[in-house]
């Protein structure tokens, strides 16, 4: 199997990405929800902070769809920020002279973890379609092997927004002795039929791409990008609001005093979305867009539990914070209120904060000083609890 490589889709140069990497499956194949099995394969990483002695300071940060590990330094393909420096790094929430950051690039992703992108050994080709359907639970298992061989018995928090706050639930609900408080941001226990649809909208823009190759295009040479970039498009608009859209663009023209009674990009709004849509296809596969929509979709916690939420977190002694956002119509309120009202419902240690944004579903990922004064105030709080000490500083 390949060593984790980077660089733009369908280009045959790779580029080396720093960081971690390590092996599982090595004595045991990790077996998916879809009965496949994965031997032997690579994960990739970025830590930040330093591991204390009896190690129960980590905290792992679970990434959401478009996301990747690095989230407090320069991205190596694209130069731009982390996509949390706002929350990680000395004094900030995710203090990491106190905490031990951890985010792992998810298994089905593309930035040197193993997914359809990735060589399958079986005939050295990349995997493309031939890479087995993976869940939010198999990323989880994977999540779970890594720190066996880190050999972190017990995470001090899982945090996460999104797709990465679906990881947060499955670490609580399948996995609650390793998990010593847990921090659900913007998510849902199950995905609704709206969002399933949105995302199938976007897989068909990819689909129906000629270069997509019945989902060879890296043999051929090829990208996807006039379907990926559609997609990508689609779904950045459910990630603002529409107050946000008003206040960014409203009605503004781009770079022209009237309309051009044409297709051409017309408006801000249409020029932003274009080059979202451009700078997307730079740094993601499409093969892992599929398949990672595909395991949002089957998330479904509470048909998991026998259509009672609260099964899941039936005597867990995991200290929780759920955050939700008020523009957010995406993964709106009521969903957290839901993951909330099951977690009282078995007595669980559980705060609830909805945040008052008009940014939408990427409010977690923008500067919100409420949200990160009460995200560093819960740390505090859960830190106090564990034990940990405080930072002193010189």
Same mark, same amino acid.
């Given at each position: 199997m390949s060593g984790p490589t980077g660089g733009k889709s369908g280009e045959n140069s790779t580029i080396s990405l720093p960081?971690?990497?390590a092996q599982l499956g090595v004595q045991a194949p990790l077996r998916l929800d879809s009965g496949a099995e994965l031997s032997n394969f690579t994960v990739a990483y970025q830590t930040y902070g330093q591991l204390n002695a009896d190690k129960s300071n980590a905290i792992l940060v679970c990434h959401a769809l478009t996301g990747d590990q690095f989230i407090a330094e320069s991205?190596? #393909?694209?130069? =731009?920020?982390g996509w949390w420096e706002i929350m990680v790094g000395p004094? =900030?929430?995710?203090?990491t002279d106190r905490y031990f950051i951890i985010c792992v690039n998810i298994i089905g992703g593309c930035m040197g973890t193993i997914g359809p992108k990735e060589i399958n050994p079986a005939n050295g080709k990349p995997w493309a379609l031939d890479f087995p359907v993976i869940t939010v639970g198999d990323m989880v298992r994977a999540q779970t092997l890594l720190l066996d061989q880190l050999e972190i018995e017990q995470l001090f928090c899982v945090v996460g927004g999104s797709? +990465? +706050? #679906?990881? !947060?639930?499955?670490? &609580? &609900? =399948?996995y609650p002795e390793r998990v010593f408080s847990a921090v659900p941001i913007a998510t849902t226990a199950k995905h609704s039929a709206q969002n399933i649809a949105f995302h199938e909208v976007g897989r068909q823009a990819i689909m129906a791409d000629p270069d997509w190759c019945d989902g060879q295009y890296l043999s051929f040479g090829k990208v996807p990008s006039r379907g990926l970039s559609i997609?990508?498009? &689609?779904a950045h608009?459910?990630?603002? *609001?529409? #107050? &946000?859209?008003? @206040? =960014? $663009? +409203? @009605?503004?023209?781009?770079d022209r005093d009237s309309v *051009?009674? +044409? $297709?051409?990009?017309? $408006?801000? !709004?249409e020029s932003y979305l274009r080059h979202q849509g451009s700078t997307f296809v730079d740094r993601f596969d499409a093969n892992s867009y599929l398949y990672i929509t595909r395991a949002m979709d089957y998330f479904d916690l509470v048909s998991e539990y026998n259509g009672v939420l609260a099964n899941a977190f039936k005597d867990t002694k995991? @200290? $929780?914070?759920v955050f939700s956002f008020t523009s957010d119509w995406l993964y709106p309120t009521e969903e957290s209120r839901l993951i909330v009202r099951a977690l009282n419902a078995v007595a669980a240690n559980v705060s609830f904060v909805e945040i008052d944004s008009d940014a939408g579903h990427d409010a977690f990922l923008v500067d919100e000083p409420e949200f990160e004064k009460l995200l560093a105030g819960f740390l505090e709080g859960a830190a106090e609890h564990r034990g940990l000490p405080r930072v002193v500083k010189q």
């Open positions: 960081g971690h990497q991205h190596p #393909m694209t130069g =731009k920020p004094g =900030k929430p995710l203090d797709m +990465g +706050g #679906m990881q !947060v639930l499955e670490w &609580a &609900a =399948k997609a990508r498009m &689609a608009i459910t990630y603002l *609001s529409d #107050m &946000a859209l008003l @206040r =960014k $663009f +409203g @009605r503004r023209l781009q *051009s009674y +044409g $297709f051409d990009a017309d $408006f801000q !709004v995991t @200290r $929780f914070c």
